[in-house]
Each structure stands twice: as C-alpha cells, then as structure tokens.
C-alpha cells in the first residue's frame, strides 16, 4: 500500500476497506466476483450444502484480500447467506 497514513492499518479497518474499494478497477473485479459466486452459493443451498469455501490472497496478505473478504462476507450477509471468515495468515499490528 503506497499511503503513509494507512501504513500501520489492515484491511480490517474501515479506512483501508474505503481506500481498497475506491479503486474502480477493485469495484468492477468485485462485482464480476459477487456475479459468479452469487449462483454457486445459492445453487449449494439448495443441495443441502452448508458450506462454500473461497479463498483470497494479496501480495501482504493484510489489505486488500482482508478488505475483500470482510466485503463479500457483507454482501452474503445482506443477501441472507451466514458467512465466516478465516484469515489463515493475517497477523495485526505493524509490518
């Protein structure tokens, strides 16, 4: 991340999620991303699968894929799908 005034921030926090989402190339991934997984998640509930996995990663491992988790787990939640996230190598605190 190239903004000195987030450099000791991660995705968790709201003024890295706005920086990461303010990008219009991110947006635009972001949607295709919820169009595709949308249906595959609806179609493993109507199976009777309780579960989808889908993993993300980024260069640190601390912003972006972060920002893009906790997004897509706030879109599910909107559209009534529970979700829960793991983030297998996020660390808090400085770099």
Not at 66 to 89: N, Y
């Amino acid at each position: 991340m190239h903004r000195p005034e987030l450099h000791d921030l991660s995705g968790l926090d709201k003024p890295v999620q706005d920086w990461v989402f303010a990008q219009e190339n991110v947006r635009s991934w972001f949607e295709d991303l919820l169009n595709v997984l949308g249906p595959m998640v609806t179609a493993a509930e109507k199976q009777g699968n309780p579960l989808v996995t889908v993993a993300l990663g980024c260069q640190g491992g601390h912003d972006r894929s972060v920002a893009i988790a906790l997004g897509l787990a706030e879109a599910f939640e909107l559209a009534g799908t529970r979700s829960l996230i793991r983030h297998l190598s996020f660390v808090r605190g400085p770099r």
